[in-house]
Structure formats: C-alpha cells, structure tokens
C-alpha cells in the first residue's frame, strides 16, 4: 500500500509501499497550482521521484466555489520509479465543498480528506450543489476525515502583518503547504526563501505568507497526537547522482527546440498564434532572443504557419506550433510545405477534441490528422514525445529530420506533457552529434536543379539572395529536377512516388522493446503520454509473472523497420490510446496484425489500474 | 542593406525576364503590368537575386514564374505571412507582393490588413479586376453591385471593398494607384520602392475574359485628362487639362470639384498635393468616380518605422550582454544536485 499515512488501506490496490500521492483541490483562486508546484520542489530536494499532473478549468476566473470553477494539482511521489501522477490519491486537501464533491470519488478507500470546514458554509454548499454538510452527515465515512478551519486558522497566524481579510485569506495556500510539509517531513527553508524572493518588494506579504507556512506546519506537529493526521517520511529514490531540475513539456519543447538549431547551426523563427495548451512554447521561446530566436505572434494560425514557411524558404528553422483546431487551420500550408520541400517543424500539443473539445484537458486523438490528415498524397513525418524530458529529445529529433530530409515534421504532444512537470537530469549538450546545415550557395557541376536530389532524396536549401541560383517554387506540380510548372500525367506520378520514397526512406532508430522481451504472449503497445501507466502496469504485472511487453513508439511515421517484425512476435498485441483506436488503426493497415484498442477518451489520463485489467483481460 | 546590393551592377530589361512561357489569357492586363515591373527594375537600383516576388492564387499569382528573381507561388490569400516570415528571416530582401482582389481582400484580407498594420517594408501590388478569374468569373469583393456572373446570375447584392480606402483604414503609410496599361505605372512603382515600409499599390487589371472593359470609364485614352486625377507632390490637383481641380468645401468638410478658369487654380481654391496628408488621403480614397474624376498616382506616402527593424532592434536589445550558453540554460530554475549524500540545492 501506498502509504503509512492511511494505515488500513487496501493492499491489493496499490502493491506499492514507497508512493504516495496527494491531491490538493480548491477554488481557481485558491492558488492550487502554487501550492502543488512547490510541494513538487520540496520532493525533489527530498530526492523523491515524482510525476504531477495539473488539472484546472478551462475558465480564467470561474465563480468562486462552482463545481467548474475548481482547480487541482495531484503529485505521486516516492523512493522508487514513478511514471505516472498516481492513480487515487492517498491525500485529499479539498479547500471548499466544490473541491471536495468533485475530487473525493478518486479517493482511494480508506484515504485521508483534509478539508477547511471553514469555507463549508451554507452559501459555499449550496454552490457545490450540497443539501447537507458533508463534513457532518457521515456520507464520508470511507475515508479519514479532518477537518479544520483552515480561513481562520490562516487569519490567526497572519493577524500581526495587518493584511485586509481577502489578502490574509490568500495565505491560505501557504498554511496548507506548510501542514503537507510536515506530513511529509520535509525543509521548510527552502520554501521560505522563496517567498522572500517572491515577495521581495512587499515584506509584509513575505512575512504573513512565512508565517502561515509556519503555522500549518507547527499545527501538524501538536495535531499529531489527537487525530489521524501522522507524520510519514519517504526515503530518497535511489537517481544517478548529477545535476536536475523539474521540467514541463513546454519547458522541454522550447528549450529542445533551441538545441536542434544549435545543432543545426541555424537561427529559429518561430511563429505562434495563442492557444490552450500550446501557447506556454511561445512564451518560453519569446524570452530566448539571445539564442537567435525570433518568435512572431501571427493574427492567426494559418499566418503562423506561413510565417514559419516563409522564414524556412528565409534559410531559418521554420517552427510553429499549436493544438487540435489550430493545427486543422494550418493543413493547407503544411501540403505547401511538402511540395515546396522546406523544412518546418509543427508542434501539436493535443487535447480533448472534436472542435473546440476540452481545451484543458489531454486527448491523443490527433494521431490521424498528424499522419493523414492533408488534402492529396501528402507525407509527413510525425514523432510523438512520452514525457516532458522526452520531449527535449524529440523535438531535437524533429528538427534533425526536418533540415536533413527537407520536409516539415510534426511533433505530437499532448496537454498532460506539457503542463505536468518530471525531474529532469540535465543532459551534456557536447554529448549530442550536430547536424550543421549545408546551404547551396553555387552551381554545382552539371548546372543547378532545385529539384535534383541527393541520396536521400532531399532537394538543395538555397537562400533567396543567393547570386546565380534564382528559381522560383510553388504549390503547383513541379517537374523533375528543375522545379517548373508541370502538369505532364508521367511527371506528376513520379514526383508523388519520390515525394513518399523520401518520407519512407527515413532513417528512424529500429524499435526497442521498454520492458519485458521480444517475442511472448503479450505486448502492450503505446505512444506518447500514456508512457508512464503502460508501464507501471506491465512492470507490476510482469512481477506478478505474466507474460507481457510494453512497447512504446516514438516515430509514428514513418514507423521503425523492425516494428512489423516485431509486433509479429507476440501472441495478442493491445493499444492502450487517449482516443478511439487511431494507432491501433495505423498498426493494422501497416502490419496486418490483429492489433486490439483499449481507448479512454474522458479528458482524464489512463490509470495503471485501467492498465492492468486490460492486460489481464487480454490474458485471459 | 547587404554586401550584395551595394555592388553596382546595371540590369536591364531582359535580365528580369524568365525563360517560362507566360500562360495569361492574350490580351489579359496582367502583360501589361509585367512589362512595366520588368521595366521598372532595372531602374531602382536592385538586383534580381536580392528581390523575391511573393504571391498567392489566382491570375495575377503567377507573377513570380516570369520574373527571373526569387518567386515563392505560395497559397490563396497567405503571400503577406509568407513575406513576414521571410523578411525577418532575413530583412535584407526587397520583398514585393503580388496578390489579386479576391485573394487580397477577400480569403486574404485579414493577412493583408495585419502586413499593413505591421508596416513591414515591401511592396504589395494588388491587381484589381473586380472579378475572380482563375475560377472563371465569379464575382469578387470588389465587384459593383449588380454584377452577373456565374455564381451571382441575377447579379451581386452586396456592396464593393474599395482596396486603397481599405488600406489606408488599416494603417497604410503609402497608398498609390495606377492601371494595367498606363505609361505612369512605372513612376508609381518606383515611388512605392522608394518607400521603407508597407507600399500599398492598387493596380486596375482588364480582365478581358471575365470582366471587360470595367474600367473603360476612367481608363479609356479617349477623354481619359477629364476622367483621371493623375497626383503630383506639392502639385494642385487639376485635371481636364488645367479647367478643372479638387478644393476642400470647408464647411461640409468634403472634397468638390471646381472649375478653374484662365489657369488660375489658386482662385478656385484648388488644393496642392501633399503626400503626408492624411485627412486628405482619407478623402482622396472615397472619392467617387463619376462626381469626382478617378485619383492615380502616390495619393498618401508618410514613412514610419518598419516591423522589421523594431523586431530587429528589439531582438538585440534584449540579447544585449547576455551570452547564448544553451547549457547554462538548462540549468536555470528550480534546479538540485543528486550526490551519493543526496539531493541538495
């Protein structure tokens, strides 16, 4: 079981003994996600693992104390590998009956609710659609329950700073971080020198917040003996000893993103248009002018894009980036991309669709419009991250692929990779090979093609103010080697059959297997971010002695060589998928093998329990 | 401006020709206007691998195939994103737009309009035959209003853009116009060239398939110094040979047509024109044909700083003493060491 916190809790559910997880859920305003970013610093410095998983509304300022209106931030920690945010929280911080009504169904059986009874008034239950106090009328009674008066406990412990209510009130957050830190025998130093920092302009308000903090954690420490509040401490993972920091999907993209032009040795553009979940790319790389990087904010996201194109056709690395309904806007340019053969690289951080959908929340459901998703024969490759750090790697991956093969990528993402936040061992940049740009700046002999092509099939990158290489390009067919209006039946099959022979032709990294073997019963096969529950379940499964795999693509398309052979070798394959079946679709057409769906499409990332019993289903 | 363009190098004519057989209908505007910008390059000073015509779709995008320069035929209505992207990518380009009034105005608009607020500093010539061509005739943005056509057979209901009042309501620092076969189209581009910033030339095209003649009524040389204001910095603004001019009614606070007798503008109260007039530009682009005679010419050119050079400038501000170290960058914020002791800040 999870945790010493919840000492009767069911051991089957979750085999673990070193994890813990902890949800804290209140109003939009009650700074949630504050809270929860600091609590995933503080066990980062405890050296714990972990993985978090934000979770807000996609309204700015939602009425105080709706159902809709609430915001909430789980983190899984502990002293061995986490992959995911943990399925039911051990913990339940609920700052409001809004919080708690639509939090405390994941709660695992017998897990503790910390609520602040203070905001459970008639007005604040009435909004959370209540007709009876829930702290009172027993309706809780499978979970520990604590109450506190958290508004005025809060009010007490900053009263000598002088704050008006509502500013005192805000410190809230601080006296419940302070109550987790205790529970969780963490620093408090560190925290407080952040605050100090933050607040640097107004001591009083660094003060007032310190003070809560304290508060909360000196409330635990006299607590301890009267309630079911204890104290537990989690040992340190066992890392790599070397440097780390917490990481974000958008952080990891951005900061990826500037490492392949690096290695590129190529200056970035980068148009954006605002966007949920994506825009957090354009904000990061807007702040990176240093790294030669010019990031536009186009009027739209058909502009982005063409902005992108045209900064590429400049002899820059063309990026844009957007989510679902942006990236549908921007399939037009993307087939001009293709048949102007520039190099572009499109950020897809997906969420819940069709049209405007769940803006906030994750879905992998652009699969088919990354792969197919194009007016005519028009190939592209895709590459799908798992994790925030992997996304680093991909979006490096996307831009090797871009500038070597002459054609836009796409990178899939999705809103759980960029919001959630991993530690990140911060890599060696000597250790990655550079893949420097080669423009052709004259004739070479046997006169100058625009369309004539290496052994990759990649046509020349010629800078417009290059002397004596003046040709022009469109979206219109173009002949063979010289790039000319052509419309001629022959030229026009041929120039479609070279178009997918380049995009086949790349060299993508044979396919490994995760964990488990090549060949057996069965594989689990996944991508993108339903890494870390696939894996967590196969491990656990595997402990329990079934044959399983997980085998987890990055290259969408085009796919690994060996991928055929190797889903071949397995009894059952299942795909576990953020949508209706898309990959499982692809894996089919592509292999001919009996590739089963396992879909969740609720907004919500797959438990490894919803794993596990898919495994065990397809083993039965 | 780069190594490349201080070079002296004369062209001519035929330098800026391509070797592509030109595939406009015989007889279309669009010759016409080539020849001109052929004409008028080898004049400005540029040279051909340092300029790139950018365009969308349509007749008149497949400007940049006959053009030996730079072309990039991009998609209907996006040729002003495109340019942005490649100017700042390298703003030492001389960047013209070729864009059309369906795919300018009408699926392009917004693109245009932004490019123009923007002021990035590049020519757009928007050929203006009030009818979309490439698709075979239907009517446009700009069509009048009863036009027939295939998709509108008991005529169009909706009213006209009018490009230039358009431009200049976006933002527009130089706003000219001028027609296929005038012999003045060159001095017009020149002026346009001339100008850093966004240069907005709205070119009348005769669509002589789909839409002929539509401009007969001012265009036509028979009666044409009755029927066009041909605009001249610090010149008045007569036309008809000198008998008539443009003055302000004060107290309507509108343009009107006045007689001037004996050559004596000033009497009639005739205005002089200044191109960095922008209350009279406003109303220099409403101007009715018809009550008024069609203004050509630089009606308003009053230069401001370019997107470009801000985004420059702002870009090498902020990267001002700070050193790209990518490996350093990684290691900001919230950052710990593992050691065998464990994690420590």
Known sequence: MATAVVDQADKRQSPLSDAVVVRFAGDSGDGMQLTGGQFTLSSALAGNDFATFPDFPAEIRAPQGTLFGVSAFQINFGSSAIDTAGDAPDVLVAMNPAALKTNVPQLKQGGLIIADEGEFNDRNLAKAKYDANPLDDGSLAKWQLLKLNISQLTMDAVKPFGLGNKEALRCKNMWTLGLALWMFDRDRQPLIDWLNAKFAKAPDLAAANVAALNAGHAYGETAELAGPLKQHHVDPAPVAPGLYRTLTGAEGIALGLVAGAQLAKLPMFFGGYPITPASAILHHLSRLKEYDVTTFQAEDEIAAICSAIGASYGGSLGVTSSSGPGIALKGEAMGLAIMTELPLVIVNSQRGGPSTGLPTKTEQSDLYQAVYGRNGDAPMPVVAARSPGDAFECAIETVRIAVQYMTPVMLLTDGYIANAAEPWAVPDLTTYEAFPVEFLTEAPEGGFKPYGRDENLKRPWVKPGTPGLLHRIGGIEKELDTGHINYAPENHQAMTDIRKDKIDGIKVPDQVVELGAEGGKLAVVGWGSTFGPIHQAVRRKRAEGLDVSHVHIRHIWPLPANLGELLKSYDKVIVPEMNTGQLKTVLRDQYLVDAKPVNKVSGQPFTIAEIEAAIEEALK | MNEMTTIARTTTLKDWETDQEVRWCPGCGDYAILKAVQRTMPEIGTTPENTVFVSGIGCSSRFPYYMETYGFHTIHGRAPAFATGLKLANPDLDIWIVTGDGDGLSIGGNHTMHLIRRNLDCQIMLFNNEIYGLTKGQYSPTSRVGTTSPSTPYGSVDRPAQPAAFALGAGARFVARGFDVSKELPNVLKAA???????????????????????????????????????????????????????????????????????????????????????????????????????????????????????????????????????????KGQTWTVTEGGPEL
């Not at chain 2, 002589?208 to 605009?231: M, T």
């Not at chain 2, 050559?263 to 008024?292: C, K, P, Y």
């Open chain 2, 193 to 331: 060239h001339a100008h850093k910033g966004a240069a907005f030339i709205e070119i009348f095209q005769n669509c002589i398939v789909y839409n002929k003649d539509v401009f007969e009524d001012f265009a036509a040389p028979k009666g044409a110094e009755d029927r066009q204001l041909w605009l001249k910095q610090g010149e008045p603004m007569i036309y008809a040979k000198g008998t008539k001019g443009i003055a302000l009614d004060a107290e309507a606070l509108h343009l009107k047509t006045v007689d001037v007798v004996d050559g004596d503008w000033q009497a009639a109260g005739v205005i002089v024109h200044d191109v960095t007039n922008r209350s009279v530009a406003h109303m220099l682009v409403e101007m009715r044909f018809g009550e008024f005679p069609m203004a050509l010419g630089v009606l308003y050119d009053d230069p401001r700083p370019t997107f470009e050079a801000d985004v420059v400038r702002q870009n090498k501000a902020a990267a001002e003493g700070k050193t790209a170290d990518l490996q350093s960058l990684l290691k």
